[in-house]
């Protein structure tokens, strides 16, 4: 029972000490740059798509509570012969919220999946 009563007392002091350091510090917030695509065909087609997703992002090393969010979707249905999609993206920062202190830049997001179908029945389809 003494050890319980020990181990419990010393969780709540360490609480303590880890909150009185979270409130002693200010949060910063850095810069977010996020960019959210797709890229489909469903076709007759039994080749792969050729596509591309070029996407630069770039910000200032002092960006802090700004972000910026790109989407696309590129799509083709139906057909039976080659398919190219291509897409380009240029994310830049500059600037901050006119907070002062922490490290800056970004946290950068990306998420853009290429997707293939093969539809035999468009092979049939005039």
């Not at 469903?42 to 591309?52: A, D, L, Q, V």
Request: charged share 20%; proline share 4%.
């Amino acid at each position: 029972m003494r050890l319980r009563a020990l181990t419990l007392s010393f969780i709540a002091v360490s609480g303590l000490f880890l909150m009185g350091d979270f409130l002693s510090n200010s949060a910063t917030a850095k810069c977010v740059q996020a960019d959210v695509s797709v890229q489909y065909n469903i076709s007759g087609s039994k080749e792969p798509t050729n596509r591309s997703n070029d996407v630069e992002m770039e910000s200032d090393p002092s960006c802090r509570g700004n972000a910026s969010v790109t989407t696309g979707v590129q799509g083709n249905v139906g057909g039976n012969g080659p398919v190219e999609q291509h897409r380009t993206v240029r994310h830049r920062q500059r600037g901050s919220d006119g907070n002062s202190g922490g490290n800056g830049g970004a946290v950068q997001i990306r998420s853009n999946p290429g997707i293939d179908v093969y539809n035999p029945a468009d092979n049939w389809r005039d």
